[in-house]
């Protein structure tokens, strides 16, 4: 008798007919559908995370590369765990100790689906504002303006989150509110010579710097907006795991 497939491979499979290198087409409403009702029946166990060690993933959040000597044997890093990794798409998984934290970045023109396997975990997220609105910040650094899509807590069991090239919070951070594990599949994949490179930026509230710009916001409130600078991700603390669910036949 045949074996049965797994879930992660009937995920595979799916992804494999869907998504292409380039991203183009993008997919579509039916095939993004279809994905996310797949990802909403994933449980910890169909990837191989055991339930009942969720409370080891204990830390004390994020810390920054000066002090990394000095708490290591306390704080626990983000663990990373690599599923599957192609030309069109990536499948992981980051396990959260509580309070750790992904900065703000970016996924140039990409689509992102996240599911929270087990916990609790705060998203917040914004997309650029077009046309662009860009201007000197504090020391003449360049901001630019965005607008928040996204600013909640996910709890498990959760539907699917899908964010898209310019739409659905393309950019975000994580903060582990409880020790949790979130499920991503990236298509196309991180690719800096194809002009996909994840770039990590601060939030900025929009009154720092609009008022002495002059520029006017024309659509919801001034709280929904704040200025984007790049920045260097120094206090993201992350090692990479062994991931022990079931393999995937490519």
């Not at 292409?20 to 191989?48: H, Q």
């Not at 996924?107 to 609105?133: I, N």
């Not at 964010?163 to 949790?180: D, E, M």
């Not at 509230?205 to 710009?213: G, K, L």
Request: glycine share 6%; proline share 8%.
């Amino acid at each position: 008798m045949a074996r049965k497939s797994s879930k992660v491979q009937a995920l595979y499979e799916l992804c494999q007919t869907v998504f292409t290198p380039s991203g183009c087409p993008p997919p579509s409403s039916p095939a993004i559908n279809k994905l996310r009702s797949v990802l909403d029946a994933m449980s910890p166990t169909d990837v191989g995370l055991k339930e009942e060690n969720q409370d080891d993933d204990r830390g004390l959040g994020f810390v920054g590369l000066d002090q990394l000597k000095r708490v290591s044997r306390w704080a626990q890093p983000i663990t990373y765990l690599d599923m599957y990794e192609g030309d069109s798409f990536t499948m992981c998984i980051f396990r959260f100790p509580t309070s750790s934290v992904i900065p703000l970045h970016d996924h140039p023109g990409m689509t992102v689906f996240s599911k929270v396997l087990y916990g609790s975990l705060h998203v917040k997220s914004y997309d650029w504002v077009e046309p662009a609105q860009e201007i000197k910040g504090p020391n003449y650094f360049p901001v630019r303006l965005a607008k928040l899509a996204v600013d909640k807590v996910l709890t498990a069991p959760c539907g699917t989150s899908v964010l898209y090239p310019r739409s659905g919070g393309n950019l975000h951070n994580f903060t582990a509110v409880t020790p949790c594990a979130v499920l991503d599949i990236l298509t196309p994949p991180y690719r800096e010579d194809a002009g996909r490179k994840c770039t990590y930026y601060r939030d900025y509230p929009y009154t720092a710097f609009a008022t002495e710009n002059g520029i006017k916001i024309k659509d919801g409130r001034e709280e929904d907006y704040a200025w984007l600078a790049e920045t260097e991700p120094d206090n993201l603390y992350m090692r990479l795991g062994n991931y022990t669910g079931p393999s995937i036949q490519v």
